[in-house]
């Protein structure tokens, strides 16, 4: 699998479970709690609503019963002949402006003979059963059975009170109030229209009947129905769900209140309903659903963005390695590629340089072996053909230089043969040196210290060429592990060949510096210097621009560079002379 078809199905994975997670966390969070909070205000409403309909039930029956007990009811026995009774009715169904629809007394005979309106006088009226018995203070009062009908524009609700002669100790009628029922509906009406949605509420009386409700239960159906009387919540609840059958299809909550009895007294058992559809109550958390799940498609949308730009940040640069890594197969060399992506992928692109250049310098040990063991096995010869016949040859010559008849041209000849027999074995012994080098002994050494002793081996021909010779050692770390009688040959063959080609009163400059846990050392002059075309060549066997030289001595320098997991380098000076610059690690793997 791609790497970029990993990180899409990473982010798409990760992100949608922990944004599906926590949406359902929310979700369900924000509704539990919002469902608590809907459930407890419809409680609280349906306590104080019910509250609201006690006290309006109780100043009507309280009205009733007080006004039965008026001495203007006497007139009731001599059949209100002056129609005083009958004016005081109508003033007073005047006076609270439409709660009252008729006010009207029956005699023992049950006929009408006082009323607020006229039409009434003489008709006669029977009593229906009772349906509530109320006790009010100093008496009771009586409400007849409910009667309710479609289009409920003239309900009224019968409150009956008994009145008694204050000349004997009979009753002598009875005094009716019709309550208009539109009175206790419009109260309902109000409390059914909610900022939060549509209400419903009923009032149920003790036998769980619909005895009045909001326009929206205002029904044939409902009304004087026990439709809701098993509506009722588990012990300590203070709201509950239940289905919304038959009102409507889906659930709903439900806060209910019993009647307190208001001030102890109108004991009727009467209860109210309000409830709620969960559709409405929950709207605002679908409402939210909806921008979370807005809000989730934006993230997938912007992941999806995200994803391709990092991918395209990890793998287009792993692409361009992979392709540079396989043109290395093709090439010798290869410059490494500008990599712009992460520190993982630069440092895995220094990695590959740092491998490739690895290899590269392996592959010129191996070459430089191969090479080296070629001089090994002409050393070899050498020593073996050559040594012999030079050491009888210099014995020899210095035997015959003690016959006493040899001319001073013999003397001179005898010279010339000690001299190149001894340049002979020296490049023998170079030639071993270099195919057999001894295995370094490492141990902590002060650069430093090795410089300036090498400088004081070489002070006597620098200064027999007036030669000025600057020391720049700055290096904070100097001490190394290293082998420092290898380390003093190194600096001896540079320092003896930037003596021998510098003119005289000429400069050389070695200069010092510590970084990144190494040390590097610049041994410059300003000689005649180098050719650029030299410098691959500079440290291959026998490869030498100076008269007289074998070219042996660079070479062995690069072995003791390598040996210390170093490297050695040449570059034109700032004087436009040669600089070798010595590339030592502070420790050895």
Known sequence: MKIRRMLHISFFALLSLVTVSLTAVAFFTSRSMLEEEIGRNLTRDAAMLMAQVDMLMFERMQNIHSWSQMDIMQEARVRDVDKRLSQFLTDVVI????????????????????ASSPELIGIVHYATANWVRAEVPNGDVFIEDLQLLS???DASLVIRAPVQDNYSSQYMGQFYGLFDMRQLFRLLDEASRSDSGERYIVLLDAEGRAIAASGNLRKPEF????????????????????????????????????????????????????????HTAYAPIYKLLEIFIGIIFFTMLLAFWLSQWISGRIASPLLGLTKWVRGVRYFEKQTPPKLEGTLEIRELEKAFATML????????????????????????????????????????????????????????????????????????????????????????????????HTLELLARQANAKHLCIERQLQAKTPVIVCDAELLTQVFLNLLHNAIQLVANEGRVCIRSTSCNQ???????????????????????????????????????????????QGNIFIKQSEWGGACFVLDLPLTQE
């Open 95 to 114: 006076g609270y402006k439409g709660m009252y629809s008729k006010l009207f007394f029956v005699n023992i005979d049950q006929r009408i003979i006082a």
């Open 151 to 153: 289009p409920y524009n």
């Open 223 to 278: 009304l004087l129905k026990t439709t809701f009387s098993n509506w009722k919540a588990d012990k300590d609840q203070a709201f509950f769900i239940h289905s919304g059958e038959p009102v409507i299809a889906s659930s709903v909550l439900v806060g209910r209140a019993s009647s307190p009895n208001y001030l102890g007294y109108v004991q009727m058992g009467w209860s109210l309903l309000v409830f709620q559809s969960t």
């Open 357 to 452: 250049q690895q290899l590269e310098r392996s592959r010129e040990q191996v070459i430089q072996a191969s090479k080296l063991a070629v001089i090994g096995e002409m050393a070899a010869i050498m020593a073996h053909e050559v040594r012999t016949p030079l050491g009888i040859l210099s014995t020899s010559v210095q035997m015959l230089q003690r016959e006493p008849a040899l001319s001073a041209e013999g003397h001179e000849m005898t010279r010339f043969i000690l001299d190149e027999s001894s340049r002979l074995k020296r490049l023998v012994t170079t030639m071993l040196e270099c195919s057999r080098p001894r295995k370094p002994q490492m141990l902590f050494h002060n650069v430093h210290d090795i410089v300036l």
């Open 518 to 564: 190494h040390l590097s050392i610049e041994i410059a002059d300003n000689g005649p210097g180098i050719a650029v075309a030299d410098y691959h060549n500079i440290f291959e066997p026998f490869f030498t621009k100076r008269e007289g030289g074998v070219g042996l001595g660079l070479t062995v320098t690069k072995q003791i560079m390598l040996a210390h």
